[in-house]
């Protein structure tokens, strides 16, 4: 079994020195890993990486993001996946290869305010997003209500094997949609919701403490 | 300058820096935000981003750009100061900014841009550094990628001495004012700033004292980042 070593950090650490191979929000200079943000460093073996505690969203290929629509144009909805650019997501990719612009108004199918649940299809920086809501869970949410968390808080949210969102859920007979741009869909009644809001305010201001599942566990019953 | 032989007007020893506290995280609307109590100078930084880039012209594709403004608030000087940018004001924009670039890991981020925005609320000489020194802690609070944070400390010349972080009266009164930022763990030079003169031997020692000052100034930074995200409250106000 591998051992793994934690440790706080702030940009320009140095995690460790020698022969390692920086994965995420590190980088190398004179065979030192040095952090690039806040948060906790793991050394797994010889791989080194940060797992940050604050940023804003930056889309990768895949990630499921809830996201509401803010405008349409001829081909396609403009949608605001709580990132640096809008998600696109192009009307053939929701209506068929048969769609045209000049028969149908895109408005008619999403509106502006409506909410999505979305995937990531495509991203390589030089453009913005493109979105596809083909997917098993994807698609357009009637009800709900939306929460906000940082990004960063994401991993913290859901837990080991999903260990604290079934906590959640199972104390507030609650169902969860978390997307991975920070948004979260919360689907019960006012009172659970209420409750949910706490345990997720919670969460974000004190990510790092170690046994947060039991505070968690302790409000919300 | 001195009073006696070894202490200046403040009180303070030749290498001493003022009584400098940070503050993480204090405006709620901003990504990241810090208020910066040094010597005097009572100065906030607040940074939004990384964001879309208005107007689009200036996007670049492969890299981030970097929008700085640094303003004194009109109650910030003893007389009344005109609220609108000076000549001062903007060339000390441009210099923050090129003093806090090459910290950040600008092609993370293509197609955008960071903005960071410091007020001086009050004023009392190297406002400039300290300017940058919360710039540099607001940038971490928002979650930037940066290479190593930014310090600054100013040391000069005053009544033939060296000294370190000159105030207002010291920079008005002495012979020399030399500004530097540094990145304190990749031993690079940011900034560099001289108004006045100093003779070689002068400048390596003014450079050696702002570069102690500026490692005491990290520990500063990296204590008050430490105490917002991991409730570390040891080493809050040096």
Known sequence: MSTIERKYVVPGDTIVEGDYKPLINVIKRNNRIISTRIGMAEIIKKDVRVIPLNGTYYPRLDDTVIGIVVDSNAFAWEVDINSVFFGVLQASAVLGRTFSASRKSLSSHFKTGDCLITKIASFDRTRDPLLSIYGPGLGKVNNGEICKISMAQIPRLIGKKGSMIKLIEENTKCKLNVGQNGVILINGTKESVVKIKKAINIIEKQAYIPDLNDIVNNLLK | ?238
């Open chain 2, 1 to 238: 300058m001195s009073k006696n032989n070894n202490t200046r007007l403040s009180g303070r020893a030749a290498d001493e820096l003022r009584k400098i506290s940070i503050e993480v995280g204090i405006i709620k609307n901003a990504d990241g935000s810090a208020i910066i109590e040094f010597g005097k100078n009572k100065i906030i930084a607040a940074v939004f981003g990384p964001k879309e880039v208005h107007p689009k012209h200036m996007m670049r594709n492969d890299q981030a750009i970097i929008k700085c403004r640094y303003h004194m608030m009109p109650f910030s000087t003893d007389t009344r100061k005109n609220p609108s940018l000076s000549r001062r004001e903007i060339e000390i924009s441009k210099v923050i900014r090129e003093a806090i670039q090459p910290a950040i890991i600008m092609e993370d981020y293509p197609r955008t841009a960071i903005e960071v925005y410091v007020e001086i609320l009050q004023s009392d000489g190297g406002s400039r550094c300290a300017a940058i020194n919360a710039a540099s802690v607001a940038l971490a609070d928002a979650g930037i990628n940066m290479r190593d944070l930014i310090t600054a400390c100013a040391a000069g010349k005053a009544d033939g001495k060296i000294i370190l972080d000159i105030d207002d009266v010291e920079d008005k009164t002495g012979e020399a004012d030399m500004p530097i930022a540094i990145l304190p763990n990749l031993d690079t030079i940011t900034l560099f700033q001289l108004d006045g003169c100093l003779s070689e031997e002068e400048l390596k020692q003014a450079l050696d004292m702002a570069t102690n000052g500026c490692k005491k100034l990290y520990e500063i930074q990296r204590n008050a980042l430490m105490n917002k995200y991991f409730n570390d409250n040891k080493n809050k106000e040096v």
